[in-house]
């Protein structure tokens, strides 16, 4: 099936610290990105998607200055947590769907975020 | 997108089939049925999905009833392996716009008992 992969897997970093994690589809072209985060014991949220090539389209509450997402291939996304703190500690993920019909979304395992 | 209603926990004996109930009572004729599931710290991992028509593949089957304001995931024989939280998302199909993507309810929580 088709992979998506999400690295680093874990950060741990100090506040003030910009952390960048990077989602690559490795079998497949993505035309679209999406990027949730998930706290404990709750629903996975979607902060973003982004088509290739494209600005990302933010949820509301999501800030864009605070997110910066950059989707340059049709393989590989970026999502740079700038100046994080601790409530930006979280459990990221990022999910890729491919073009044509049928094609549903995989996602990447995830990254988990700890800001001290 | 259409909202989806599932029971929070759900207990299931190793061996047996799971059967897991979706209601989407205002689901849209366009709109399609996924399923997905999530072990413990690892991403979502797709399962299933489906329009009108029953499907089946190497990892379960989808009913999908006439009326398709409810469906069922059914896995035939529950491993421990199984147990995570299953969602059933209801999306509008459409393929290539930013606008069609999966929106997550709270899922049911399976827990496959030895």
């Known amino acids: 099936g088709a992979v998506v992969s999400q690295h680093p897997s874990r950060v741990i970093c100090k506040s003030g610290t910009s952390v960048k994690i990077e989602c690559r589809s490795l079998?497949?072209?993505?035309?679209?990105m999406f990027w949730y985060r998930q706290f404990p014991k709750q629903s996975l949220m979607l902060m973003a998607t982004?088509?290739?090539?494209?600005?990302?389209?933010?949820e509301q509450g999501v800030e864009k200055d605070k997110f910066l997402i950059n989707h340059a291939s049709l393989t590989l996304s970026t999502l740079t947590v700038t100046s994080a703190h601790p409530e930006d500690s979280s459990f990221y993920i990022c999910?890729?769907?491919?073009?044509?019909?049928?094609?549903?979304?995989?996602f990447g395992d995830g990254t988990r975020l700890s800001i001290l | 997108d259409a909202k989806t209603t599932q029971p929070p926990s759900m207990d299931c004996a190793e061996g047996r089939a799971a059967n897991l109930p979706c209601n989407h009572s205002?689901?849209?004729?366009?709109?399609?049925v996924y399923w997905y599931r999530q072990i413990h710290s690892q991403g979502p991992q797709y399962i299933i999905h489906?329009?009108?028509n029953n499907e089946t593949n190497e990892m379960a089957s989808l009913i999908i009833t006439e009326d398709r304001k409810s469906s069922t995931l059914i896995l035939p024989h529950a491993t421990l392996r199984d147990t995570a939280v299953y969602y059933c998302?209801?999306?509008?199909?459409?393929?290539?716009?930013?606008?069609?993507?999966?929106?997550f309810g709270e899922g049911t929580q399976l827990t496959v008992n030895p």
């Open positions: 999910s890729a769907r491919g073009a044509g019909g049928g094609q549903p979304q995989h």
């Open positions: 079998d497949f072209q993505a035309t679209t």
């Open positions: 982004s088509n290739e090539g494209s600005k990302a389209t933010y």
């Open positions: 205002t689901i849209s004729g366009n709109e399609y």
């Open positions: 489906g329009l009108k």
């Open positions: 998302i209801v999306r509008v199909f459409l393929q290539e716009t930013s606008g069609s993507r999966l929106t």
